[in-house]
């Protein structure tokens, strides 16, 4: 056997380790009614999972986003399932993908059609990579991004293979807060305590 015939079977299982342990994460993950979003492995041994709720799903905690509990369970079956599989790593990080959660599969594009988001493109674009509207279906595999440009509403059409990076934009509604002035409250002013 050649240098290049081992350099290749070692290549290959590189890459069917790699694939294996990126595959029993998943499948952990969904096991236990969570979306995958990420799975990055960084410096010093550091692997970071980033997990989201299903739509329609119950948790045991209400809500529609990841929590602390939801994190605690992934992790604690993550440990096991990773022993298991003999998974080299040192620490385990699970966390919510935050409100400006990344799409990375088709299956989060139809997901979240219809919200806005931020989406960077591979190639620019009439001059411009990073583009911003409300995310719809295109034609056949196709997705539109709608926006205001100046006072006329524009389309721009694109596939997932032209995406460089898209997220959801960020929307933040503190819902004790509506209909009430600062000050209003006795002792409070903004939302501090005098």
Known sequence: MSGTDTADKAGAAGDERRTSWRDTIERTVTGLSYD???????????????????????????????????????????????EVENVDYERLEVSSPGLDRPLRRAADYERFSGQEIELTLRQPFQGRKHWKGLLGKGEGEGWNLVFQDGKAEQVLAFSLDEVREARLVPVVDFKGRRGRKAGTEPGVDGGLER
């Open 36 to 82: 995958l979003v990420e799975v990055e492995r960084a410096g010093r041994g550091l692997l970071r999972v980033t997990i989201d709720r299903v739509p329609g799903h119950a948790y045991p905690v209400e809500g529609e986003f990841v929590t602390v509990e939801d994190c605690e369970a992934v992790t604690r079956q993550l440990q096991y399932v990773l």
